[in-house]
């Protein structure tokens, strides 16, 4: 309980005490400080402070004496005390009546009564009950730690710190969103995601519940619907929030009676309490998490070699390596990029990237699990790596159904996230893992290379290329497109002309001279300009059936990319 004004006269030495003002709030004014002060005040009053003065320094002018009383009140003091009897000898009707105008309580103390005396006295009962509550605290932090090591759950520990509160708690993630609570019922709780929705919770932490008291400015206070709601930040060890708790009280109840130092000491230890067993969850998922990847990631290398060792892993992991399974490899384009146009960087990329990871790969599972599909999934090196089981009865299904589901998902939540897809295909045994990695992710590189970014490549798609990714690694192969398209690419570069797309339009529209000049906006003769010099560069010609072939695989091979540093040399 904490010590009143009331409690303070109560002492005996204050019998020669007399209330000139406020009387009917000694009950309730509060004292946790006491100090002498004489003018002028400025800001060394605090809250709950009960002050002492002799008015030195008024020269028993009513109007200074009046301006003195009024700072001690702005300064929101529990009360004052003014000897009288040699500095004032009265304390004027004017001050009075200002004191209960303003719901103040003013004390009259006779000379002799010294100040010393009065401070030692209410000190020693402030220190008991302090020290009361801190031993009564003390046992509750020992019984949250013992909760703690015994490893029960979160919803034990809130049930047990609601006891000693005696109001409802709610636990939520940083958003807002409900992570544990008791009284499903409660009326705040039953509207809870709609107070989240228009934003009234979480508060701005800006908002404090008492801003002059250090004790409480961790607290923000939230009026809902007839309950007062207060919200105290979880702290991860980095200091960074991890959540919310709030503390759900009826509106009539005072903020400032309910929070005694007990109630804020357990406030506290139990915040410290839910931070430990956050950290100690997170630790055990990224215990899982990192196990998990390293599996998935052994998986598509080929790095687990017997099945007896596969399925044991998997096992303990929770995965079910019976079910067929199919890879798709993603690629996120442009997390960088979008890092980089955010306006605050308050945490460094790596940390901002993890976060972006875990989202994508959370509405992954999301899709898989609302598709009734069993699936294993890792990030590195900057890849998704997804083995997925495919449709009932179809191995080699199409992928659109999940993938379609997945960008869905991703476009609502990270709209400016660009993703690319390579898809490879089922392969039996321990080694169709591998396989049909190695499948994804070169249909990755090639539609990449082909298509450009943020588009699905299917491996089964992708067999011209595949041929072409062949003859490429053939050295004489490289040398005959090289010679072909190098005076092509470089005659591009130095006259901006265009003459490998013009060849490139020319065989899609299938010789076609009107076609040709029709889809790429030119003249007619400015077309057959360019297919001249086409055949001049090359000493091929474009009407000779071979001659066109070859130009066509080597601008197809090109445009895949593998030359690239040919294309400098």
């Not at 705040?188 to 004790?215: C, R, Y």
């Not at 007062?228 to 903020?255: A, E, H, K, M, W």
Request: charged share 25%; proline share 3%; net charge negative.
């Amino acid at each position: 309980m904490k010590m009143t004004i009331g409690d303070v006269l109560d002492l005996e030495m204050m019998k020669s005490a007399s209330v000139r003002a406020g009387e009917n709030l000694i009950n309730e004014r509060y004292v946790q400080w006491i100090s002498v002060i004489e003018m002028p005040v400025e800001n060394f009053v605090r809250k709950n402070e009960l002050v002492l003065s002799t008015a030195i320094g008024t020269g028993q002018d009513v109007m200074v004496l009046k301006e003195f009383v009024q700072d001690i009140i702005n300064s929101e003091a529990s009360a004052l005390m003014i000897a009288v009897g040699r500095h004032l000898f009265d304390i004027p009707k004017e001050v009075i009546e200002l004191a209960e105008k303003q719901n103040f309580i003013l004390i009259e103390l006779p000379w002799e009564l010294r100040f010393a005396n009065i401070i030692e006295e209410v000190m020693g009962k402030i220190n008991n009950r302090q020290y009361k509550e801190r031993d009564r605290s003390e046992k509750i932090q020992q019984e949250l730690l013992k909760l703690i090591l015994q490893e029960k759950d979160l919803k034990t520990i809130l049930l047990y710190i609601e006891k000693q509160i005696g109001y409802p708690l709610v636990l939520t993630n940083r958003a807002g969103k409900i992570q544990e609570q008791q009284n499903k019922n409660h009326k705040m709780i039953k509207n809870w995601n709609k107070f989240v929705l228009e934003g009234f919770v979480p508060a701005s932490e800006a908002m404090s519940v008492l801003p002059h008291d250090p004790m409480f400015r961790k607290f923000v206070k939230i009026e809902l619907e007839g309950y007062t709601c207060l919200q105290l930040p979880v702290l991860q060890v980095s200091g960074n929030i991890q959540g919310y708790l709030f503390l759900l009280l009826p509106d009539y109840l005072s903020v400032e009676t309910f929070l005694t130092n007990y109630i804020v000491t357990v406030l506290e230890h139990s915040l410290t309490t839910i931070a430990l067993w956050f950290s100690r969850k997170n630790a055990i998922e990224a215990t899982k998490l990192r196990l998990r990847s390293d599996f998935v990631n052994d998986l598509a290398n080929g790095k687990i070699h017997t099945w007896n060792e596969a399925i044991s892993r998997a096992r303990l992991l929770g995965y079910q390596l019976k079910t067929p399974y199919f890879c798709i490899v993603g690629y996120p384009e442009n997390l960088q990029q979008l890092f980089k146009k955010q306006k605050t960087k308050e945490e460094p990329y790596e940390v901002w990237l993890e976060s972006m990871v875990r989202y994508i790969e959370e509405e992954i599972l999301y899709a898989a699990q609302s598709l009734n599909r069993e699936s294993m999934m890792t990030y590195q090196e900057d890849e998704l790596i997804l083995f997925i089981e495919p449709a009932s009865g179809f191995q080699n299904e199409n992928h659109a159904a999940f993938l379609d589901l997945v960008e869905r998902r991703l476009r609502s939540l990270l709209p400016d996230v660009v993703l690319s897809w390579g898809i490879g295909d089922f392969h039996d045994g321990l080694n169709g893992f591998e396989k049909s990695y190695k499948n994804a992710k070169l249909a990755l590189k090639l539609g990449r290379r082909k298509n450009g970014i943020g588009f699905r490549t299917v491996y089964e798609n992708t067999r011209i290329d595949r041929i072409l990714l062949n003859l490429a690694n053939d050295e004489e192969m490289q040398e005959i497109i090289f010679k072909t398209i190098e005076p092509l690419y470089q005659y591009d570069k130095q006259r901006q002309m265009d003459l490998i797309g013009t060849l490139n339009a020319y065989n899609l529209c299938h010789g076609n001279v009107s076609q040709t000049a029709r889809s790429l906006n030119l003249h007619r003769q400015s077309l057959l300009y360019r297919l001249r010099k086409i055949e001049s560069l090359t000493g091929l010609s474009i009407v000779d059936p071979d001659d066109l072939f070859l130009l066509d695989v080597c601008i197809k091979t090109w445009k895949l990319g593998l030359y690239g540093n040919q294309q400098e040399r």
